[in-house]
């Protein structure tokens, strides 16, 4: 052992300090357990809604509402935690059993996650299973880690144990950065079992959950263990429920009344009680609007990641996944922290004016809620790229002339393609096609060099075709094809091939994509390939194998190339996008994502600090329960409105944002009559009152609860 590092005390294991210092031994294990424990919960989550988008093939409503129902289970479940802890096992050993179904949630993920074992309903249970685990413990533990790294501290340490939770908390925003960072990375850019890697963007945060027991344990030895001593939670909730009963079994009017409802409790609950809950009571009223805000904060994780997946990730030096883009939160958070303390606050109060807590709270809603209207107006921009959405007896049409020389298409009784189509020209935008019945045989008349030429196809509603005018041994000919209705999910790009030549051709894209296509203007399906450049693919002919070049496929383009020719020793194409690129930048969600995260600094932050300053010591476990009630509300809230109110994205977007300021202004006007105490000023005057006993009440003793 160093002698000029003496551990203090070796007899007394929890009593170890850290060299030089007051700092127990025992909470570096605790922030090391922390910081692997949120790069787990928080890696998993980044990528969780486009694994339900892309591997079980959900829609985006059913996609976000499972998305915001695990996030709200995650935030009802630290009242059991809380239960468990206080009443029952210690903090110790709930810490030690929710994290072990904490680990099993993340492996039965992680294994769901494998594509080949078993069918989609059987990878849909052990998600969900996996998932429900997951919440049981992420939402368990919660309640109870701080406030084991806060007892390892003596009572006259105050200085240390403040610091203590200011590392803490650092660790918890270090985990979520990385995490949203890295595990982003392990499922887009690492290809496993043909596809994108879940299993091992699963995988790694379980690694780590696993590592956060494994260390949590091993600081077994140094820990100061106290044993449970009641859930204040449970006495609360009892007193309020008493309180209840016995004024609905007194309502005669010839019974007094008393000065406040929960002055009916006071048969069997000290005054002390009472009068705390009283206090306590005042500010859970002013949590009532708060869940408006969790709704909108938390869509980052879904809405906003889907809105991400729509547009140009490419920011020159590196490409980011759509889910990589949460990584801004946390990261803005770290920085804001210091300037609104260091600079914005102290500048405000030179200016005289008085930024009391409920004005930063209503601020940091405005500041979410603009957040959300910039949401909206990228949207619309982002929709102006979009395939026009098809109704019954519509589809569309376009025109690729292939041949050598103009044509001219006329449609029975349709009043399209006014001017002459040129030879390999780019097409113009769909044109809307109206039909009588789910479908319709319509006859095409093509005027080519003199020629009037009739053809008949059926066209069926919803649908979306490309009429292909070609040469085949030296007749004009064409060939009715379907197109893709929608852009390529996730910001793929989707390219088909025609073979323009003679003679069967086998393609290769990039060593990876083998495609074969029949000869004289046959057309391949559509395959969906990761944005880059493909510069290396192969042509394989007859004649032999000549290099294919199909330069850049973009975000959420879809691409018909023709192949012409051969001549040259090279492969000759033209290349046609069918629907275009996402042309808006990912880096407009940055002015959001600066609102929402400066929006949280000054809501949460100043929230929790208010409302602790507003109760008895005593009761911060209760208000603490309340706060993490209203980000499950919140997203409750989300889930219903993606489930049974669907509409487009940015009216959505618009929806939140028209909620949050009504709700703003309800949170201002009850602030505005909330008065402000000091508790401790509180309980001496609930010590002053006394409450007289009443007739006709629950024959019950009176008894003291003990705190």
Not at 654 to 681: H, K, N, Q, R, W
């Amino acid at each position: 052992m160093d002698e000029s590092c003496p551990l203090l005390d070796v007899q007394a294991g929890y009593r170890q300090k850290l060299c030089g210092s007051n700092y127990p031994l025992s909470i570096a294990f605790i922030v090391v357990n922390e910081f692997c424990e949120r790069f787990s919960y928080y890696g998993m989550r980044a990528v969780l809604t486009l694994y339900f988008l892309s591997f079980f093939h959900w829609d985006e409503n059913l996609s976000t509402a499972v998305y915001h129902a695990f996030s709200a289970l995650c935030y009802f479940t630290p009242v059991v935690g809380a239960i468990m802890a206080d009443s029952w096992l210690g903090k110790y050993r709930t810490i030690i059993y929710l994290s072990i179904v904490y680990v099993a949630g993340h492996l039965i993920k992680s294994v769901g996650a494998i594509p080949s074992l078993g069918n989609q309903v059987v990878h849909v249970i052990l998600s969900m299973v996996g998932l429900f685990l997951i919440a049981l413990g992420t939402g368990g533990i919660k309640p109870c880690v701080s406030a084991f790294g806060g007892d390892q501290f003596e009572e006259e340490h105050t200085s240390e144990r403040s610091k203590f939770f200011s590392i803490f908390y650092l660790s918890i925003n270090a985990g979520s950065l990385i995490s949203t960072f890295v595990t982003p990375v392990l499922r887009g850019d690492v290809k496993c079992f043909g596809e994108d890697c879940y299993a091992l963007a699963f995988g790694v945060p379980a690694a780590l959950m696993v590592l956060a027991l494994v260390v949590f344990i091993a600081g077994s030895g140094l820990y100061r263990k106290t044993p449970p001593q009641g859930n204040i939670l449970l006495e609360v909730c009892k007193c309020i429920g008493f309180a209840i009963k016995n004024r609905l079994k007194n309502r005669s009017s010839q019974i007094p009344k008393r000065d406040h409802w929960l002055d009916w409790a006071s048969e069997k609950y000290s005054k002390q009680l009472i009068g705390e809950i009283k206090m306590v009571t005042r500010v859970l009223f002013l949590f009532i609007p708060l869940p408006m805000f969790w709704a909108l904060f938390d869509q980052q994780g879904s809405r906003w990641t889907l809105q991400a997946t729509k547009m140009n990730a490419d920011f020159g030096i590196y490409v980011l996944q759509p889910d990589q883009m949460q990584f801004l939160n946390p990261l803005l958070i770290l920085v804001f922290i210091p300037i609104f303390d260091l600079g914005l606050y102290p500048l405000i109060n030179m200016c005289k004016f008085n930024f009391t807590p409920i004005r930063k709270m209503a601020t940091g809603m405005i500041l979410a809620g603009m957040a959300f209207g910039l949401a909206a107006i990228v949207e619309v921009k982002i929709n102006e790229t979009d395939m026009p959405r098809l109704v019954p007896e519509e589809s569309l049409i376009r025109v690729l002339n292939l041949a050598k020389n103009p044509v001219q298409v006329t449609i029975q009784d349709k009043d399209l393609f006014q001017q002459p189509v040129e030879a390999f020209q780019n097409p113009a935008e769909y044109s809307k096609l109206l039909l009588n019945g789910e479908q319709q045989s319509l006859s095409f008349t093509l005027q080519y060099q003199g020629l009037s030429l009739p053809f008949n196809y059926t066209m069926k509603e919803k649908l979306v075709y490309s009429l292909i005018v070609f040469e085949a041994e030296g007749d004009l000919s064409s060939r009715l094809i379907t197109d893709l209705e929608a852009k390529p999910e996730n910001g793929l790009a989707a390219v088909r091939f025609i073979n323009g030549l003679n003679q069967d051709v086998n393609l290769t894209i990039d060593s990876k994509w083998f495609i074969a296509v029949q000869r004289n203007y046959s057309a391949s399906e559509y395959s969906l390939l990761e944005r880059d450049k493909y510069n290396n693919g192969k042509c394989i002919t007859e004649m032999g194998e000549f290099p294919l070049e199909l330069g850049l496929l973009d975000f959420g383009a879809s691409y018909t190339i023709v192949i012409t020719n051969v001549s040259g020793g090279a492969v000759k194409t033209w290349k046609s996008e069918d629907i275009k690129a996402n042309n808006v930048h990912m880096a407009w969600q940055l002015p959001q994502y600066l609102l929402i995260s400066a929006g949280e600094v000054m809501f949460s932050i100043t929230g929790l600090a208010f409302s602790y300053s507003q109760s008895p010591a005593s009761m911060k476990s209760v208000l603490q329960a309340g706060w993490l009630l209203t980000v499950a509300v919140g997203n409750t809230f989300v889930l219903v409105v993606a489930q049974t109110a669907p509409m487009a994205q940015w009216a959505e977007f618009v929806l939140f944002t028209v909620l949050l300021f009504a709700v703003c202004i309800i949170f201002s006007v009850m602030g505005y009559f909330y008065v402000s105490v000091d508790p401790e000023d509180l309980e001496e005057k609930e010590e002053k009152r006394e409450t007289p006993s009443r007739g006709n009440m629950i024959s019950l003793v009176t008894q003291k609860t003990k705190l």
